[in-house]
């Protein structure tokens, strides 16, 4: 198996050149270190290991370092890749196998070995590139990974799962890294990455990505100073909202807030269509996000997950959707793992949950 790998990889490698060249030995570099990791564990102790992303991540690098070496790689050239661009695709990272039928709800999920090395694989490219895999305690009861899967029935989340999504970052609400929430200094940052494992896909349905950059170029001068004004509410997402209750006693809604910032020398994005309002008697700020969305529509890169691939979304440079799924729930329906990425490194002790080291407030 692994001598087939290799040789297909070689194959692939053949024909690309400059940043593709770069991803695919990325991707081999991670696959080869998950690889070698599963054979020497049995299953449930690679399950047990996942619960422990961050110590995982490290167990993964000196191998992971050894192959990019090989081809004159550091992990410095992975960041500078990931850094520069929306997002990332990386291919045949790891094989989907004895995989369970698609499941019905977020969370959890099954245990089965194409589900672990997808996990593995997840939390090695994070490593990779110098993140920590994390979940937020407020979103899907704080799991690290989660389905994100065609629901049965009516209702909210059943109905949103079939359709398409327009181009948005994830935990909107949450401030961007190297910021602080104007009342709760304990609030987390939103991620870095948005990092989804392809299992499933039979329909190739799209995953949109919106990079930023892109978006910026359509736009006027005094539109994107609109952006950067504080003048924006900005309401939590859906899938939030119930944890953020139980949690904080409301849901998270920043007053007066700016869409758009500038941070080393990029511009970074927080968006999401359903979650930004603003006072009525605020023209330029209306105009200014029906501007946006507009260009955002005319910026939309798109590519499929298919089973085995890891996709790397920029959650500060990039804005990500999808188009319609549809569908019947369960059987071989799509199936993609969703988890995140952030540099830790700023983080305050209560930031996170003491009890699971992964997981962050709120």
Known sequence: MVACTVRAYQLYITELVGTQLINAHFSYAVRSAVAQWRQEITLLEAVQQLSQPTALGLR??????????????????????????????????????????????????????????????????????????????????????????????????????????????????????????????????????????????PDDVHTTVMPLTSVLDKLDPGIIAELKTPQYHVRSQKTFRIGMGEILGDELVLEDASLLFDVSGQHWIRYSHNCILMDDEAVAAKEALVAFEAACVASISGTVISPGDILLVNNRIGLHGRSNVGGEPGGNSRWLLRTYGLETGGLAVNQRYQDVSYRLYP
């Open 60 to 201: 993964l690098l000196p191998a992971i370092d050894e192959v990019l070496a090989e081809r004159n790689l550091t992990r410095a050239d992975l960041v500078e890749r990931v850094w520069g661009a929306a997002f990332i695709q990386l291919k045949d990272a790891f094989d989907p196998v004895e995989l369970p039928e698609t499941p019905t709800v977020f969370f959890p999920v099954p245990m089965a070995e194409g589900t672990v090395m997808a996990r593995a694989t997840a939390v090695g490219c994070l490593a990779a590139i110098g993140l920590q895999a994390v979940s937020y305690g407020s979103e899907e009861n704080g799991e690290l990974f989660v389905n994100l899967v065609v629901m049965p029935g009516e209702g909210l989340f059943a109905e949103k799962s079939r359709k398409g999504m327009k181009g948005h970052t994830d935990a909107v609400s949450f401030p961007v890294r190297g910021q602080t929430d104007p009342e709760n200094p304990r609030i987390s940052p939103s991620p870095d990455f948005v990092c989804l494992s392809g299992l499933r896909n």
